[in-house]
């Protein structure tokens, strides 16, 4: 087993330019580095925080250019073999940054009149510093990663689940034989997702159907108790989202939501694009029933960490109980398969 | 019993495993004289079935909505001639560990033809579970009280109840309609509902949902008691000395 994962661990990457996540990662880090650099010139400690302002206001403009630049190229660079984007990444910076000191103290805007060759060497460490800093996380991350796979098979599917539905399917044995094999297709399916490698994002369209295969299935077993509304016009069919984002989030509404009661219940399912981000809203009738919350926070913070593995700050999952209503609320980042298939390559 | 068919009745709240039982409930019959009563979708349909048509064993799921199944055999135990009741399971639930220890029979879903024959041919040998099995069982809080009038079981739903109270061998149950005499205990009635009803006597439970506020009242020799007021009732009754901090605890939690 560490075999097969080991031989599909993913080679070195550098890390997404264009992630919230990392653009804030790069401000905070660069200015505590100021901070550092502050501290070790100045002889008085009250002298810091203003010499820190100062220093703020000259390294700002830098700074935010420098990222500035490394967004508009992050398509370009992540394209690159790791040591050569790399390699372009501190070239980059330090002739960024040299260039516009040069400009700076033409016009006479630098107070402390520095080498401009002073600024470049700043930015050319920091710069590695923080290559280093995104190389350690990812190199940390990725064995959770791997596990992800695992985990998505941990936080899935409720054995109570598979055994009733084996069992409905048998009861559609004598009489409607044609129906227990579309059930038994569907069941393979979901299980043949359940158990490949689920690390890598997948489309939304993927999700989409596999969800629809598990909820046909829990229809043969609780009939006209589940009704379910499709809200998918707006969907964004190509969008890459972690493979079980959704499916374990139905098992929930369904255990918590349907079964509980004797009623019909609906759960709506709404997926759709709005500002360059993927919305999907999830929504199932609340059944008071104190003792049976675990296994779904379970479930929840399994997809939390998934969407903070792949989407870092951009992704989000709220959940909250309205009236009558239970609602989660999933947002990540828009990314189209293609797009992203030419970054792998 | 020996020459009578065994008659059954299958409780559970998805068709298909309904069908599916008595797919091989049939495949039994061949083996065993046998005939099915009925079909439940809770526990709660179940008793009103058994209540016109008496039945030797009950196979009942346990996750079920409305009623599951350990509170139906708490129930069953009302009528005059409780049935076996052999529970039907897809998954171990934390209640089978208990099912093992205290030796509760149950079956695994799917069922195989051969263990549900085995289960049958045994019927006549077993005794419906007892009430201190049952308290053994981890059971959630019951959702009705249950009272035998006629012969027939009545459902009280919990959340109608307005007060228990404690008078001599039995308990009375009040509701808005009308009230039930129920043979238990208040004290484990107290344990099992907890937080639902609050004690403001001895012998006296009230719903907390139902106390709509409290009355000073000053006797002619000058002692002075509390008594609850209650919705959907007109009557009052009186709080004890030992509970009189439940005026002031209740009364804060309604200015909050």
């Known amino acids: ?345 | 019993m020996s020459d009578a068919p065994l008659k059954l009745l299958i409780v559970d709240d998805e068709a298909p495993a309904r069908r599916r039982l008595r797919e091989l409930l049939d495949d039994c019959s061949s083996a065993l004289p046998l005939v099915v009563i009925g079909e439940a979708a809770s526990g709660r349909e179940a008793l009103g079935l058994l209540g016109s048509t008496p039945a030797d064993l009950v196979l009942s799921d346990i996750h079920m909505p409305d009623m599951d199944g350990i509170e139906l055999a708490r129930h069953l135990l009302k009528l005059s001639v409780p049935p076996v009741l052999i529970f039907t399971t897809a998954y171990h639930e934390h209640a089978i560990d208990a099912f093992e220890v205290h030796a509760v029979d149950y079956l695994v879903k799917p069922v195989r033809v051969q263990r549900l024959l085995t289960a049958l041919q045994k019927v006549p040998r077993l005794k419906p579970l007892s009430g201190a099995k049952l308290d053994k069982l981890p059971a959630a809080a019951r959702r009705f009280l249950s009272v035998t009038e006629r012969s027939r079981v009545v459902l009280v739903p919990i959340e109608e109840v307005i007060y228990l109270k404690a008078e001599l061998k039995y308990i009375t149950i009040r509701t808005a309609e009308r009230e039930y005499l129920l043979e238990e205990s208040l004290t484990k009635l107290e344990e099992e509902f907890g937080q639902r009803f609050v004690r403001v006597h001895r012998n006296c439970l009230v719903a907390r949902e139902a106390i709509r506020g409290f009355e000073r009242h000053v006797s002619a020799e000058g002692d002075a008691h509390w008594e609850v007021l209650l919705r959907g009732v007109a009557e009052a009754l009186p709080v004890s000395r030992r509970q009189q901090f439940i005026v002031r605890e209740i009364g804060r939690e309604d200015a909050s």
């Open chain 1, 1 to 345: 087993m560490r075999a097969i994962v080991n031989q599909k661990s993913l080679p070195p990457r550098l890390p997404e330019l264009r992630n919230l996540g990392t653009v804030l990662r790069i401000l905070v880090a660069v200015n505590a580095l100021a901070l550092l650099a502050v501290l070790a010139r100045e002889q008085h400690l009250a002298a810091v925080p203003s010499a820190w302002v100062e220093t703020a206001a000259l390294l700002e403009p830098h700074l935010l250019l420098n990222v500035l630049l490394l967004y508009m190229l992050a398509p370009w660079l992540e394209r690159l073999p790791y040591r050569l984007g790399v390699m372009c990444i501190l070239a980059l910076t330090a002739i960024v940054t040299f260039s516009l000191s040069v400009a700076f103290s033409k016009l006479g805007l630098d107070p402390f009149a520095a080498d401009p060759l002073r600024h470049a060497a700043f930015a050319l460490l920091a710069a590695g510093a923080l290559l280093f800093y995104f190389h350690l996380r990812a190199k940390a991350l990725s064995p959770a990663i791997s596990e992800a796979r695992l985990q998505a098979l941990q936080a899935r599917i409720r054995p109570h689940f598979l055994f009733n539905s084996i069992n409905a399917v048998l009861s559609l044995m004598r009489r409607e034989p044609r129906r227990a094999e579309t059930a038994l297709e569907d069941l393979a399916d979901l299980f043949r997702v359940l158990m490949r490698d689920n690390r890598q994002l997948a489309p939304l369209a993927d999700e989409v159907e596999l969800c629809r295969q598990y909820l046909d299935l829990e229809k043969l077993r609780l009939g006209e108790r589940l009704v379910v509304e499709w809200h998918t016009e707006n969907m964004p069919r190509d969008a890459l989202v972690p493979p079980l984002v959704l499916q374990p989030l139905l098992e929930n509404a369904v255990y918590h939501g349907i079964e509980p009661s004797s009623a019909p219940g609906v759960i709506a399912i709404n997926i759709f694009l709005r500002r360059g981000e993927v919305h999907a809203i999830l929504r199932n009738p609340y059944q008071f029933d104190g003792n049976h919350h675990a296994g779904n926070k379970m479930a929840m913070d399994n997809i939390r960490e998934r969407l903070a593995l792949h989407f870092d700050a951009e992704a989000s999952l709220e959940s909250k109980l309205n009236r009558e209503n239970y609602e989660v609320h999933i947002r990540m980042p828009y990314r189209p398969a293609v797009e992203a298939q030419q970054e792998h390559v």
